[in-house]
């Protein structure tokens, strides 16, 4: 009987082996055409090219608290290279500096234009909110948006993405990336995780569907805004006044993106895995609220990743296969390495591709961590 069970036992094992084995196959299928075929469509397109023009541009930012911030990074927006344009500075009901920084800056730049936001019941603590008093009180037809804690890699961001803009053209998707910190590894990871989201949100856009975009770079025509009434079919998710916003109103005729260097702006990363770990909390909630598709597209991608890692673990620790499954592997690696490194290049991203094995893995399972906590609890917003 022992050696009856043991040959049944047997025989289930090489079954579920065989089935893992042809699932791996599927899954590196599945990302082949996920990087090729549709990340390809950004990572093998052609330096961007772009003719100044002369829109008249309302630059928005938005703050609350962030007074160490502002004193180091509006002046640089001031000193944008740009015939036309006006700053909207934002303080969202501050309890530090912020609001007397922006009154010196209104008294020192003829540009700049103030918005004070109160505390109000109905909206307590939503950027949304505040946005919005924002955007009705800026001069021009043309907003671009940055954060607080953002500045711009050269004098030419207002050029760059405001060429973009056509008639048809009303919304540019931009890249906001993280400074660097020498000998950091928790820099890396973030680093990549948002070329990552970069590299698929222009893919998808340059395939005609666009799903979403950053709030530290991001420009749209201001009758965009009102013509779904602003952030009121989602005012009271506590965030995605940029991506869900974007989900909302993009498509493939009036959207278009921006990666030409000096439009790529820099942001100050987190220091600490906590806090980093609370941020992607914050926004992996957000994508829930996503179209249908998009929902199923982000899915299945990042399905497939977490796929690919347990299907090589198992077949290689049963030794199935194990040649055809370590070509499999190496086939892999390449595509993603090829497709992820021309992207890295586009966006000034190269050195975290050193990494990219090690930063992968690490990335894959502190999303699936980050997709379990959030089941259980909520997390933390805009305060």
């Known amino acids: 009987m022992i050696i009856i069970f043991a040959n049944i036992l047997k025989r289930i094992q090489t079954y579920m082996l065989v089935l ?47 007074a160490e911030n502002v004193i180091r990074f509006i002046p640089i927006l001031a000193e944008q290279d740009y015939p036309d344009y006006e700053i909207v500075l934002i303080d969202d009901a501050s309890s530090d500096d912020t609001l007397e920084i922006f009154e010196e800056f209104e008294k020192q730049y003829p540009n700049v234009r103030l918005v004070k936001v109160e505390n109000n019941e109905a909206f307590w603590g939503n950027k949304k909110y505040a946005l919005t008093l924002g955007i009705k009180a800026s001069k021009k037809d043309y907003l671009l948006f940055t954060d607080a804690d953002c500045f711009p890699s050269s004098k030419d961001w207002i050029t760059t993405m405001s060429a973009q803009f056509t008639m048809r053209k009303t919304i540019v998707l931009g890249y906001g990336a993280y400074e660097k910190i020498p000998n950091s590894f928790l820099n890396k990871i973030i680093r990549f995780e948002t070329l990552l989201t970069a590299v698929q949100y222009f893919s998808w856009a340059k395939m005609g569907k666009p799903y979403m975009g950053i709030g530290r770079n991001l420009a749209y025509r201001k009758e965009e805004f009102y013509n779904v009434k602003g952030f009121i079919d989602h005012m009271k998710i506590r965030s995605g006044d940029d991506d869900l916003f974007i989900n909302q109103v993009a498509t493939g005729d009036n959207t278009t993106i921006c990666f030409v260097p000096e439009s790529i702006t820099y942001s100050q990363p987190k220091t600490t895995f906590k806090a980093w770990f609370s941020q992607k909390r914050r926004h992996v909630s957000t994508a829930n609220y996503y179209k249908t598709f998009d929902k199923i597209q982000l899915a299945v991608f990042y399905i497939s990743q977490l796929l690919f890692f347990i299907g090589a673990i198992i077949l290689l620790a049963f030794q199935y296969e194990w040649m055809i499954v370590m070509s499999i592997i190496g086939f892999r690696y390449l595509f993603t390495w090829i ?6 290049r586009k966006l000034k991203e190269k050195d975290v591709m050193y990494w990219f094995p090690i930063i992968e893995i690490t990335l894959v399972f502190t999303q699936l961590n980050i997709f379990i906590t959030n089941i259980f609890s909520k997390p933390v917003y805009w305060k």
């Open 20 to 66: 893992t084995f042809f699932a791996f196959i599927f899954i590196v299928t599945i990302q082949m055409v996920y990087y090729l075929f549709i990340f390809g469509k950004f990572a093998f397109a052609k330096a961007q090219k772009y003719t100044p023009k002369r829109i008249p541009i309302s630059v928005i930012v938005c703050a609350k608290n962030e």
């Open 339 to 344: 497709t992820l490194g021309f992207s890295a």
